[in-house]
């Protein structure tokens, strides 16, 4: 059984289009996070929620936009992708929100915006 | 201002020898290191850790060191084997914010 899972794993989209990425995870966490790896290889924290309650908010353009429907979903919708959105997208759970929780990382899901 | 830093892009190391993984810091706030580790197409996954009241802490090949003064931790893996060819990314946290800070990974490559 898949821990942490996204939805696509794969996404090629145009400029301009709207999209969501999907997250569930299966450990009974209480944490969700949404982190960004781009072409420079650095993961970058964008979101992360906590019982279903916004506790990270990055500097992230408000294109993006997190939901969290219930503990073990959270989701991410980018409007008006641009090119520079293309990256590759983890979702990642701990069981709360302090260190020293570790986080478990979903396998990612690859956005190429053309 | 990246406050982890892994200055290393790339390591080849025989296999059955050290490999030796390094990670500065700049935030002395940093109190929990973790080191991960990642496939291609796959999600990083949980190493070891090391809490900042400990220097050592060691799980079967894996040892993680921290040294404070220096803001500088390093993984070891003894014997290296070629199954541990990855990419491994180390961060850091501080319990007031939350946020894991990773560094740009060190890509390690075992030739058997």
């Known amino acids: 059984d898949t821990a942490v899972s996204q939805t696509p794993k794969y996404l090629v989209t145009q400029m301009g289009n709207d999209k969501s990425i999907k997250c569930e995870q299966n450990?009974?966490?209480?944490?969700m996070y949404w982190y960004k790896q781009d072409s420079k290889k650095f993961l970058k924290i964008m979101f992360s929620?906590?019982?279903?309650?916004?506790?990270i908010n990055e500097t992230v353009p408000n294109r993006f936009s997190p939901k969290s429907p219930d503990k073990a979903h959270l989701n991410l919708h980018i409007n008006s992708l641009e090119l520079g959105d293309s990256a590759v997208y983890f979702c990642?759970?701990?069981?709360?929100?302090?260190?020293?929780?570790?986080?478990?990382f979903g396998p990612g899901t690859r956005l190429t915006v053309l | 201002d990246q406050q982890v830093k892994q200055n290393s892009p790339s390591l080849s190391v025989q296999e059955g020898r050290i490999s030796i993984l390094n990670c500065d810091y700049t935030?002395?706030?940093?109190?929990?290191f973790l080191w991960y580790k990642k496939y291609p197409a796959e999600g990083p996954t949980f190493l070891i850790s090391?809490?900042?009241?400990?220097d050592k802490n060691e799980d079967g090949r894996f040892t993680v060191f921290l040294n404070k003064s220096a803001k500088h931790l390093s993984l070891h893996i003894v014997p290296s084997q070629p199954g541990d060819s990855a990419v491994y990314f180390c961060a850091a946290s501080d319990k007031g914010t939350y946020k894991y800070i990773f560094g740009t990974g060190t890509r390690l490559k075992v030739l058997a």
């Open positions: 450990l009974g966490h209480d944490t």
């Open positions: 990642a759970s701990s069981q709360g929100p302090s260190s020293p929780d570790t986080q478990y």
């Open positions: 929620y906590n019982n279903k309650e916004l506790i």
């Open positions: 935030n002395s706030m940093f109190d929990y």
């Open positions: 090391i809490s900042s009241i400990k």
